[in-house]
Structure formats: structure tokens, C-alpha cells
Nanobody
Framework: QVQLVESGGGLVQSGGSLRLSCAASGRTFSNYALGWFRQAPGKEREFVGVISRSTGSAYYADSVKGRFTISRDNAKNTVYLQMNSLKPEDTAVYYC???????????????????WGQGTQVTVSS
């Protein structure tokens, strides 16, 4: 079992920045790929990005590429989502997710992640 707890959400103006954190406990953190997803009201859960378990390589959705950065600190069992140049369309509940078996073929599929946090709300005002 892996427990994930997100923090850092809030209200920010368009063009602003936020950094989300996701603290993990349970199994060996470094064995898990860590993804970020988001879900806006009335919409399906959407892939934001993922960071690999081994190389630390990160992959992003086109909608956030160049604005969002994912990093991980294995010593602190924490993954971060730095969000810059925020837009109103970034408003959503943001979730972190973990799984030991994610590949480049499955990373965008939320059903492939076994462990999820409770989510944190991000609201971007125009």
C-alpha cells in the first residue's frame, strides 16, 4: 500500500504560479512512477504529467508542456508539480497517483494507477 497526500492548492490569478506537493508513505517511494492528473467539474480526469521511477524523466500533456514541471525528491518521499503561467482553464482538482508498472504506453491512462491521493483544488481566476 502507498498513501498519497496532496497539498499546495489554492486560488491564484491568471499568469500566477503554484507548487503542489504530494507526500507518500508506505512502500519504497523510488519504486513508483508518480503521475499528476486533474479533473474539472463535468469533465473526465485528465493526464497532466508523470515522472518515471528510475531515470526521473518527466512527460507532460501538451496543454501544460512548457508551463508545468514535475520533480521528485526520493529522500523526502515527495513529488512536486510546479505550475507557472496558470490559465483559467487549469482550474481543477489535482490528483497525484502512483504505480510501479507505468510505462510510456500506459502513463496517460488513469485506470492504470493503483494509488491515488485525495486531490487538491486549484482555482485560477481571470
Amino acid at each position: 500500500q502507498v498513501q498519497l497526500v496532496e497539498s499546495g492548492g489554492g486560488l491564484v490569478q491568471s499568469g500566477g504560479s503554484l507548487r503542489l506537493s504530494c507526500a507518500a508513505s508506505g512502500r519504497t517511494f523510488s519504486n513508483y512512477a508518480l503521475g499528476w492528473f486533474r479533473q474539472a467539474p463535468g469533465k473526465e480526469r485528465e493526464f497532466v504529467g508523470v515522472i518515471s521511477r528510475s531515470t526521473g524523466s518527466a512527460y507532460y500533456a501538451d496543454s501544460v508542456k512548457g508551463r508545468f514541471t514535475i520533480s521528485r525528491d526520493n529522500a523526502k518521499n515527495t513529488v512536486y508539480l510546479q505550475m507557472n503561467s496558470l490559465k483559467p482553464e487549469d482550474t481543477a482538482v489535482y490528483y497525484c497517483a502512483a504505480d510501479p508498472a507505468i510505462t510510456v504506453l500506459t502513463m496517460k491512462v488513469h485506470a492504470r494507477y493503483d494509488y491515488w491521493g485525495q486531490g487538491t483544488q486549484v482555482t485560477v481566476s481571470s
